[in-house]
C-alpha cells in the first residue's frame, strides 16, 4: 500500500454495466430491466459495481473501471485515503472490503453455500469467506417469487455426501427452507448457510469481497464437474464448512429483520450481525438528504434527483450506480430518490 496522493481528490462517478461473461447460471434480464439497456447473453446474472474483487478465476474479470481506463482497484491502491478515508485504512489497509453486485436469476440458482474466513484460510489460502446479503429490488411479477436458505430439519454429513454424490437435488430442496420474497425484503446470508435464489428475482448483494462458492448442486449447469463445482477438495472437506443444523423460523425472522435508525429519510437494513461485514441503507428522500462522509456505493431505484457534492454534481435516474469517494467531500441527494446505500464495515462510533 502507498500513501502517495495523485493530483486531485476522487470525486463520485456514475458507473456502466461491469458484468463478466459465461458465469454458470442463466440470468442478466432483471439487470438489464433495471438499468434499461439491451439483454444481449444469457449467461451474464452479475454486474459487479464498484468492484475491487476478481471472480475465482482471476484474470482481472470483475473488476470495474474508471473513464481513464484504470481499474478501480489500481486507482484505490493509489490513493487510499481519497477513496477510503484515514480510519478505514488502519483498520483494512487499502482495500475496500465491500463487494456490491446486481444480480438477476433467470433460472434457479443452484444450492451452495460459502466458506467462512476460517475455512477460506483453512482450506482455500484465501483470507476472508463470502458472507452476503440481499434487497430484493423486482420479482418480475411473481407472486410466488423464492428462494431456499438453510435446512428445516437437522441434516447428516452422509445424507449430504449422498445427496452431493448422487446429486439428489429434489431431496436437498425438500429439506431446506423455502423463502417467500417480494420487493423490499431484505435477507442476510451468514456464511455456511445453503441456499438457492429462484427465477426471476432481481436482487442487490452485498458480500465480503470475495468469489467463492461451493457447490452442493452443480448437474445440469455448464462447466461443472464435482472437482471444481467444490474447488477442488473432497467431498468431506467441501461440506466441512455447511451448516448442517436446524434453521428455524425465528432465525428466519432475524436474518430478514432491519433497523430503524431515528432519520426519516433512511432504514437501515440488515441486523447487527451484519455490521462487521457490510452496512446498508434504504433511502427515502423527498426533498434533501445528506450521506455520511466515507467510501459507499448508490443504486438508485426510483426517482429523479441530483447528487451534489463539492466539485460538481451527477443526475440520478432509476438504475444508475454511483460510486461515492471519502475524499467527495459533503455529498447530499437534492430531489425524490429512492435508493439503497452499501458501506464497507461499520467503524467504531467515536464520542
Known amino acids: 500500500m502507498t500513501n502517495d496522493r495523485v493530483a486531485g481528490p476522487p470525486e463520485p462517478l456514475l458507473l456502466s454495466a461491469n458484468q463478466p461473461l459465461d458465469r454458470p447460471y442463466k440470468g442478466g434480464s432483471g439487470i438489464a430491466r433495471f438499468r434499461?439497456?439491451?439483454?444481449?447473453?444469457?449467461?451474464?446474472?452479475?454486474?459487479?459495481?464498484a468492484s475491487t474483487t476478481e471472480v475465482f478465476s482471476g484474470h482481472g474479470v470483475g473488476l470495474s473501471r474508471l473513464p481513464d481506463g484504470r481499474t478501480l482497484r489500481d486507482a484505490v491502491a493509489a490513493d487510499p485515503l481519497g477513496y477510503l478515508g484515514p480510519e478505514h485504512v488502519r483498520r483494512f489497509g487499502a482495500n475496500s472490503n465491500l463487494l456490491v453486485k446486481l444480480l438477476s436469476t433467470d433460472e434457479r440458482l443452484f444450492v451452495h453455500y460459502h466458506p467462512d474466513a476460517a475455512f477460506a484460510s483453512s482450506?482455500?489460502?484465501?483470507?476472508?469467506?463470502?458472507?452476503?446479503?440481499?434487497?430484493?429490488?423486482?420479482?418480475?411479477?411473481?407472486?410466488?417469487?423464492?428462494?431456499?436458505?438453510?435446512?428445516?430439519?437437522?441434516?447428516?454429513d452422509d445424507e449430504v455426501q449422498t445427496w452431493v454424490t448422487n446429486q439428489q437435488v429434489e431431496e436437498m430442496l425438500t429439506a431446506m427452507n423455502r423463502v417467500t420474497l417480494h420487493v423490499g425484503d431484505t435477507l442476510f446470508v451468514p456464511a455456511g448457510i445453503a441456499h438457492s435464489i429462484g427465477p426471476g428475482i432481481t436482487l442487490v448483494e452485498l458480500q465480503e469481497p470475495t468469489d467463492?462458492?461451493?457447490?452442493?448442486?452443480?448437474?445440469?449447469?455448464?462447466?461443472?464437474?464435482?472437482?471444481n463445482a467444490l474447488l477442488g477438495l473432497d467431498i468431506p472437506s467441501a461440506i466441512s464448512g455447511l451448516q448442517r443444523s436446524l434453521l428455524n423460523a425465528d432465525q428466519l425472522t432475524a436474518l430478514s429483520a432491519g433497523r430503524r435508525d431515528g432519520r426519516s429519510t433512511a432504514q437501515q437494513l440488515f441486523p447487527a450481525e451484519a455490521d462487521p461485514f457490510f452496512t446498508a441503507w434504504r433511502l427515502d428522500v423527498e426533498v434533501h438528504h445528506t450521506i455520511?462522509?466515507?467510501?459507499?456505493?448508490?443504486?438508485?431505484?426510483?426517482?429523479?434527483?441530483?447528487?451534489?457534492?463539492?466539485?460538481?454534481?451527477?443526475?440520478?435516474?432509476?438504475?444508475?450506480?454511483v460510486l461515492i469517494p471519502y475524499d467527495a467531500g459533503d455529498v447530499s441527494i437534492v430531489g425524490r430518490m429512492r435508493g439503497i446505500l452499501c458501506a464497507p464495515p461499520a467503524l467504531p462510533k467515536r464520542g
Do not use: C
Not at 483470507?127 to 431456499?148: P, R, S
Open 36 to 49: 434499461g439497456m439491451e439483454h444481449h447473453d444469457p449467461y451474464t446474472p452479475e454486474d459487479f459495481v
Open 123 to 156: 482450506r482455500l489460502g484465501r483470507t476472508v469467506g463470502k458472507t452476503e446479503a440481499w434487497i430484493i429490488v423486482n420479482t418480475d411479477g411473481q407472486d410466488d417469487a423464492y428462494a431456499y436458505l438453510g435446512f428445516n430439519r437437522p441434516v447428516s
Open 292 to 321: 455520511a462522509r466515507g467510501f459507499a456505493v448508490l443504486v438508485v431505484t426510483d426517482g429523479d434527483a441530483r447528487l451534489e457534492f463539492d466539485a460538481g454534481s451527477l443526475d440520478l435516474e432509476p438504475g444508475a450506480t
Open 212 to 227: 467463492l462458492s461451493i457447490l452442493l448442486e452443480y448437474d445440469g449447469f455448464p462447466g461443472f464437474t464435482l472437482s
